[in-house]
């Protein structure tokens, strides 16, 4: 069955910090596409990235980067020199690729306090 | 707009009341997901679309939950005799096509409160 783990409920940093968030996810699918989504107070979703299961190439994004390590079933999400607009929750998910309609399973999300 | 609209924003409900929640989403978006995020239950799918039909309403919690989707287009859930465990935000998500591979892009969400 498919599952996301994110095992920190909540992050307290201070401004300039690196923070890293944790994702640990299950699939029997040998294909399968792994998201993370930030959402602020505001309490809309905000897509950050996507990686499928046979690309497992590290990705930055300016302060973002991100870790996909098939072997460990990880794909964690490093922020940075951190800054008080970091602040969200965020959610890793999954989608399976087979006969699912490309449905999100969410972790139970992450969140972050960045305090100045 | 360019975005997934919601509507209500907020809805405020009475126990055993029906209630009708809007989702419009982009434009030329042929799938289209329902989501609760609930305190005790964090964010699960409830429902998805592609085109006016569902093919996966395995998330749905109870038979009081229905949802349709008409040309293609806009999509209504309805939760008829609320309970107060249907208090949650119920989010919509819209995507170009089921691939599974594409980015959700989604909507601000409509409170649910059920008194």
């Known amino acids: 069955a498919q599952k996301v783990t994110q095992a920190q409920t909540e992050i307290s940093v201070v401004e300039k910090e690196d923070v890293t968030l944790d994702c640990v996810y299950e699939?029997?699918?040998?294909?399968?596409?792994l998201f993370w989504y930030k959402q602020p107070p505001s309490g809309e979703l905000v897509f950050l990235i996507r990686r499928n299961s046979f690309d497992e190439q590290n990705e930055i994004s300016g302060r973002y980067s991100w870790n996909f390590q098939k072997s460990t079933s990880s794909f964690n999400f490093t922020i940075t020199a951190s800054q008080v607009v970091d602040s969200a929750v965020y959610f890793c998910?999954?989608?399976?690729?087979?006969?699912?309609?490309?449905?999100?399973?969410f972790g139970q999300g992450t969140e972050l306090s960045v305090k100045p | 707009g360019a975005g997934v609209s919601q509507s209500p924003s907020n809805k405020v409900t009475e126990k055993g009341k029906d209630v009708e929640l809007r989702c419009d989403p982009i434009?030329?978006?042929?799938?289209l997901y329902w989501y609760r995020q609930s305190l005790g239950q964090g964010l699960e799918f409830l429902i998805y679309f592609q085109g006016n039909s569902a093919p996966d309403k395995s998330g749905l919690p109870s038979d009081r939950f229905s949802a349709e989707r008409t040309g293609g287009s806009v999509s209504t859930l309805t939760i008829q005799r609320t309970q107060q465990e249907d208090s949650a935000v119920y989010l919509c998500?819209?995507?170009?096509?089921?691939?599974?591979?594409?980015?959700?892009?989604f909507g601000p969400g409509t409170r649910l409160t059920v008194l």
């Open positions: 998500a819209s995507t170009i096509d089921i691939g599974g591979y594409n980015e959700q892009f």
């Open positions: 998910a999954l989608s399976e690729a087979e006969n699912q309609g490309g449905k999100l399973i």
């Open positions: 434009s030329g978006h042929t799938a």
């Open positions: 699939t029997r699918d040998t294909t399968y596409y």
